[in-house]
């Protein structure tokens, strides 16, 4: 083995853990699932709220903007993942 091929593996060996997976990536992804979930129960309980005991319009209509938002933005989410893994699939091999 010649000494470029020796320094090329310890490079790599050297750079291998800066591009392993980072382990809390899924509990933040799980924290954005949560608080979207949260943001859509609230919106629904404030509905019912308005409905059956005449709860207050204004914050129905708070609850009914945050919930509109955030599915606007996982809507957006979805639609770049999808465009991103068809551009993978659209990479020559």
Known sequence: MDIRSSLAAQNYAATRPATAPK?????????????????????????????????????????????ELAVETAVAVRDKVVEAYLEILRMPV
């Open 23 to 67: 382990p809390e990536g899924g509990e933040a992804f799980a924290k954005v699932a949560q608080d979207f979930a949260t943001t859509l129960a609230n919106g629904e309980q404030q509905a019912l709220a308005a409905m059956t005991s005449g709860a207050d319009p204004n914050s129905l209509v708070q609850a009914l903007a945050q919930t």
